[in-house]
């Protein structure tokens, strides 16, 4: 299992945060996602066959590009 946290500016509330965890938890491979609005980071635990450049892509899709 892998882990790693993303800053994401365009992170501006908890709802941002409750879109992204429910967009990503849909990916195959995610066990967790936890974000927290104020430093504008989210930290995401997944297994194959999720892939690191698979949550990013599906990050920069939602408008929430990681950095």
């Known amino acids: 299992m892998e ?3 993303l800053l994401i500016p365009n992170i501006t509330c ?5 879109s992204i965890k ?3 938890s849909e990916l195959e491979g995610v066990k967790m996602v ?3 609005p104020e430093s ?5 635990e997944w297994e194959t066959p ?3 450049e698979g949550i990013k892509n599906a ?3 939602m408008n929430y590009p990681a950095e």
């Open 22 to 24: 429910n967009e990503l």
């Open 50 to 52: 999720a892939t690191i």
């Open 3 to 5: 882990k790693q946290t």
């Open 34 to 36: 936890v974000g927290d």
């Open 59 to 61: 990050l920069k899709e």
């Open 14 to 18: 908890g709802h941002c945060v409750m």
């Open 40 to 44: 504008k980071r989210v930290s995401v």
